[in-house]
């Protein structure tokens, strides 16, 4: 046992210890929180707007409206509509708590770092640290697919159900709610920012032994079912947007069988350098 986990084994805390901690631990990320959540919801609005954005792009320059929509001159501008006197209050409530959970995540992720890493060897650090780093970072770059891809081409397809009246027809026109736009839109960042996961959750299962690569190559085409179902799940109902979130988890379950390839073959050569140790002990 080297020196340093001779002191991690020295400074080991009881029960009572570890409760402490957990709670001052769990202080921290709520006050930082609470904090961000005043900040967030005091520009709630600007916010909002932001996640309206996507959808804004489209109504504003084709005026709801070229031949792609509706006619402009039977219509009025593009709005958003709210029919519940609260419904708006508690959107920017929910927007302001989204962004702050968001804001927070680093913190979060220092006070848990800061929670485990006294009860941890050396070498069980250095294999937890990237991937606490790597988790927002795909978390990030899914909602950015959502946001910036995504969002765009599913909006602009929904939009193409609209029709203009007739003598004999009834004009079929959004009125978009606040609130069901943001539920929506947080679906869809919540769905991508976690199936973006799928790298560090089977690394971490291939470094305890739980996942194999080899065993991750012969279940492809059930990943590949799961997947496209899951895809239904979590998107609007149409193949685009299916299509948008399964083709980023099979690229990323790729990825994850090379991550676990990598693990196996470290893992491999640590056994064989203990094994060349005691042979020479």
Request: aromatic residues 14%; glycine residues 4%; proline residues 6%.
């Amino acid at each position: 046992m080297s020196s340093e986990d001779e002191v991690v084994e020295a400074h080991k805390m009881p029960l009572l210890d570890h409760l402490i901690e957990l709670r001052q631990r769990l202080l921290y990320s709520v006050i930082g929180l609470f904090v961000a959540f005043l900040v967030c919801f005091f520009f709630a609005q600007d916010l909002y707007n932001f996640l309206v954005q996507p959808l804004a792009n489209i109504l504003l320059a084709h005026g709801q409206g070229s031949d792609v929509f509706m006619h402009p001159e039977n219509q009025p501008p593009p709005r958003m509509i709210f029919t519940d006197l609260t419904e708006v209050f508690f959107t920017y409530i929910k927007v302001a708590f989204f962004f702050a959970a968001f804001i927070m995540c680093p913190l979060f992720l220092t006070q848990i770092w800061l929670f485990v890493a006294p009860g941890l060897y050396k070498n069980e650090k250095k294999a937890l640290a990237p991937f606490l780093i790597a988790s927002p970072i795909l978390f990030l770059l899914g909602a950015a697919l959502v946001y910036f891809v995504l969002l765009p081409f599913a909006w602009r397809f929904f939009l193409h159900f609209q029709q203009p009246g007739g003598p004999e027809t009834l004009a079929i026109q959004l009125e978009a709610k606040v609130d069901q736009y943001l539920a929506l839109t947080m679906k869809l960042i919540f769905a991508f920012g976690l199936c973006f996961q799928l790298p560090v959750i089977m690394t971490l299962l291939a470094r305890v032994g739980l996942a194999t690569s080899q065993g991750m190559k012969e279940k492809r085409k059930y990943a590949i079912v799961i997947t496209f179902i899951l895809a239904a799940i979590f998107t609007p109902p149409d193949p685009l947007s299916q299509i948008s979130l399964a083709l980023p988890i099979l690229v990323l379950y790729e990825i994850s069988i090379q991550m676990a390839r990598l693990v196996e073959k470290e893992r491999a050569k640590r056994e064989a350098e203990l094994d060349r140790e005691a042979g020479i002990d």
